[in-house]
């Protein structure tokens, strides 16, 4: 092993990311994001992973990720991700798994209008949000559907 590898094995180390260490922002997405295991933080050259927290009501911007893979666990309420430009509803809630292959458009939706929707993200962006594009052609139809979405849930709850 080269001298520059040793040196790049030693800085790097385990993290035990606990969310009220990070920083919440807002992502370009609209959503609410805590970025737990990034590069800056740790060094990951591959992988990310952070906390989702949509409030009640909430839906993300359309957006797709335009180098990353994307898997979102719920971990707290109930979601229906519109995928791909005709906006089709998969619905997801505590502990299912939810695989969007980069470059594919989605939109997240908190399904409830009382409690907020809280998910994990794991991406192949090692920034968590450095690769987000928007989709504006899509947002004002998405907004219509997630409402839809959310009428239609409050009727059978």
Known sequence: MRNSEMECVQTKSALVARPVDSTARIGRQGQNLTPCITRGRCGATNISAGYVNM??????????????????????????????PDLIPHFHGPGEFMYIPEGVIHVAVNLSGTHNLIAVEMRTDPEFDDDVVLTPELETRAQVVAAELRRVRAAVV
């Open 55 to 84: 409030p009640p009501g909430k839906s993300s911007r359309a957006h797709f990720h335009a180098h990353s893979e994307v898997v979102v666990v719920c971990t707290d309420g109930y979601a229906a991700t519109l995928i791909g």
